[in-house]
């Protein structure tokens, strides 16, 4: 009978000797994360380098006020000068069935064998009920399925077969684009010591993005592809659109639509984003990926007029949004989507139309015209709710000229310039009139944007549609906001160890030897490699920076407290010869036979080496047949340790019953390591031989994937005549 394990949670510590990574501290931005200073016209600088220029992040926004019209003429002088000099001419957004990059705002990357997407229990893809589960944070125009790592090492499939081998995947792809949602791969350069595919990488990433029908291409660790894979992709059927990790230099802007703003920090006064600003219709996507707190992130995107990627688990690591920034990013996507033509094509002025009461108070505003429309950003850096005069251009009133003003995030029309921001969050106000416009010396030139839409008109109806969304979502949030000590709170969750039906296993049959394990109160050591995926409970970097070695892929040693009921675990693994026995008296049929028994022995089929291809449901099965169950990781370990354990050769790892789940993803710990290495990366699983201290942490996929020609597992019984329960508590 089995019991909860007790183990410490593990929730990141930041010890005194690991305050800073070679020399940097974690926990604050590196400085190639930090934004750039931009030479302002007079100041006696040189102008900026474009070895710096081209790569920048963000260009910060002076603190003085009084500067920030001389920083938008040198905004508009350093992209003029950049255009130029790479000739640059914005063709690929000019191409109609890539146009929608634009207008992608929010993209959500998901795990593809996620809880809420993927059903374990009917073993099918539940797009409509992942779509229901995160509606929440206000749609998504695009999906990243992310697939391989971290489980791509276990064996010799590469990238491209953990997208292959799954049945149905690209129903999946079409089951998002049917309800309007662009779908994205990951490519991963990294790859290069598992199975070679039969041409290169630029050929076989084509080959499969026409396959699956998908619509770009997301670039892990590169900040730009090479010309092969550029080329290869955009005459791909269909033809795909990349967006590249972190800062693309500007000159792969131009044959990558997006990029993802990975790690930006940004300047007290909100900076400018120098890919969109080079290009305004370039998307980009913020992300801090071990943040609790987004509103940084939302704030800088909303006043870019770019994107969110919204990431809530980390490679198994639950890293949720809170119920505050949730509620932000819905009224941003709302405004965004209505006014794409604005954003992209409009006169674009960072920090002008503002007061000074409100810049005073941490509130700052940035501006957006085209034609008669003029719609002024606003985001509250601080942590009070700002009511007051905010936009100058309403202060003593609406202008005679018939103009009216909205408030687009609470829903409401204005007949004055009191305008309310909450505490960490954005606003926007739209006027409909000529008079807002700003004075030249203010402007950041539209014409520098190519194909530059010159009028734009929300129609009463959607304004109308517009407006009652906002207010019913705004009344929906105070109440979820009045309901709670802390509305900007993590939403934690907890990994709980998943039990097939309580029942005792006892009588350990004569054709196999066991190693006894004692009963009682045990202090294990744990070794393991600290990964993105962390281990059992939380996240391995909370509100770090980017991870850096030595403090990402270090092995790590730490003690578990368990307590034991006494059992006895099988010596050996289970044999071919075994399980082919249980097939054959009960017919067994796994719910996929998917990879079913695939590689077994390596490929050897010798009867007498351990079973592989069998998923934990196949172990499970073949246990409860055998009047036996899987020992759990800790039950192994110890009996691992004692005389007469023994490992069949080749060796394979072993399944545990070890299996937990967040309710998001799942995910059981091996042990004893294979014989098996991919060679060549640090994001490949552990492989080789492993001490019994050493566990991985292996997610769960489904469908037959994480059967693998290198995973078999053994028995274990609870002690017939033990008083105590056995299992692990």
């Known amino acids: ?91 690929a957004y000019d191409r109609p069935d890539q146009r929608w990059t634009s207008s992608c705002y929010s993209v959500a990357l998901v795990w593809l064998w996620d809880e809420r997407l993927f059903d374990r229990a009917t073993s099918r893809f539940t797009v409509e009920a992942f779509l229901e ?27 491209f077969d953990f997208y292959r081998d799954v049945p149905g995947m690209a129903d999946v792809v079409r089951a998002f684009q049917r309800r309007g949602i662009r779908v994205f791969i990951n490519y991963n350069p990294w790859d290069t010591g598992t199975r070679r595919p039969d041409g290169d990488d630029p050929t076989e990433l ?99 007029g770019t994107g969110m990627l919204v990431w809530d688990t980390v490679f198994g690591v639950w890293v949720g949004w809170n119920e505050r920034d949730k509620a932000t990013l819905r009224s941003m996507l709302r405004v965004q989507r209505a006014l794409t033509d604005v954003f992209s094509h409009g006169d674009w002025q960072p920090l002008a139309g503002g007061t000074e009461a409100a810049i005073a108070a941490g509130v700052y505003t940035s501006t957006y015209r085209l034609g008669s429309t003029t719609l002024f950003m606003l985001v509250n850096r601080g942590d009070s709710d700002y009511r007051g005069e905010a936009v100058a251009a309403l202060v003593g009133g609406l202008p005679s000229d018939g103009s009216r003003a909205y408030d687009l995030c609470a829903g409401v029309e204005l007949d004055d310039a009191q305008v309310s921001v909450p505490a960490r969050g954005v606003t926007a106000v739209l006027v409909t009139m000529d008079a807002a416009a700003p004075t030249s010396g203010d402007r950041v030139d539209a014409s520098a944007s190519a194909s530059a839409s010159t009028s734009f008109e929300l129609g009463q109806a959607e304004l109308s549609a517009l407006l009652a969304e906002a207010a019913d979502d705004r009344a929906r949030s ?147 047949w055998a009047g036996a169950r899987l020992p759990t990781e800790f039950e ?41 290495e991919a060679p060549g990366s640090d994001w490949y699983v552990d492989g080789g031989e492993r001490e019994p201290a050493f566990s991985l942490k292996f997610l769960a996929t489904g469908l037959g994937i994480d059967r693998s020609p290198h995973i078999g597992f053994r028995l274990a019984w609870d002690t017939a005549d033990a008083d105590d329960e056995g299992g692990t508590r």
Do not use: C
């Not at 007079?42 to 900026?48: I, N």
């Not at 993803?665 to 390591?673: I, Q």
């Open 636 to 676: 192994w370990q110890v009996a691992a340790e004692q005389p007469g354990f023994e490992r069949i050769r080749p060796l394979v790892w072993n399944w545990t019953e070890s299996e937990h789940t967040d309710g998001i993803t799942r995910f059981s710990m091996l042990k004893g390591g294979s014989d098996y």
């Open 206 to 304: 084509a080959a499969l993005v026409g396959e699956l029908g998908v619509d770009g291409v997301f670039l892990d660790t590169l900040k730009q592809a090479d010309d092969s894979l550029v080329t290869a992709l955009r005459f791909a059927t269909p033809p795909q659109v990349l967006e590249g990790e972190s800062r693309v230099p500007n000159e792969r802007i131009a044959d990558h639509q997006l990029s993802w703003a990975q790690w930006f920090a940004d300047s007290d006064a909100p900076g400018v984003m120098r890919a969109h600003l080079f290009e305004q219709r370039h998307m980009m996507h913020s992300t801090r990926r071990w943040n609790r707190d987004h509103s940084a992130e939302l704030q800088s995107a909303w006043m870019n």
């Open 133 to 159: 589960r995160t509606a929440d944070h206000g749609g998504f125009d695009g999906v990243v399925l992310w697939h391989a790592y971290p489980v791509i090492g276990i064996d010799e499939r590469n990238q």
């Open 478 to 624: 105070a109440e979820v906001r009045d309901s709670m000590a802390d509305w900007s709170a993590f939403p934690a969750r907890t990994a709980r160890r998943t039990l097939p039906e309580r029942s005792r296993f006892t009588g350990a049959g004569s054709h196999v030897g066991v190693v006894p394990v004692a009963a009682g109160d045990y202090a294990l050591p744990f070794r393991y490699r600290r990964r993105e995926t962390g281990t059992y409970q939380g996240a391995p970097y909370v509100e770090e920076w980017k991870p850096l070695a030595p403090r990402l892929h270090d092995d790590r040693d730490e003690i578990i407290e368990v307590t034991l009921g006494s059992a006895s675990v099988a010596a050996r693994e289970v044999t071919v010869a075994e399980f082919t026995r249980f097939v054959a008296e009960t017919g067994y049929q796994p719910g996929s036979s998917n990879r079913f028994l695939i590689g077994t022995a390596s490929g050897s089929g010798h009867p007498d080496v351990a079973v592989t291809g069998v998923s934990l449901d196949d172990a499970r099965a073949y246990a409860a």
């Open 1 to 91: 009978m089995h019991s909860d394990t007790t183990v410490r949670p593990d929730a990141p510590v930041h010890d005194p000797d690991e305050a800073h990574t070679n020399g940097l501290n974690p926990l604050v931005p590196r400085p190639i994360d930090r934004p750039t200073e931009l030479p302002l016209p007079g100041d006696g600088r040189e102008m900026l380098d474009p070895a710096v220029g081209d790569i920048a992040k963000i260009f910060s926004a002076p603190s003085d006020p009084a500067d920030w019209p001389a920083w938008r003429e040198a905004l508009a002088a350093w992209r003029d000068d950049a255009r130029a000099r790479l000739a640059y001419t914005g063709e």
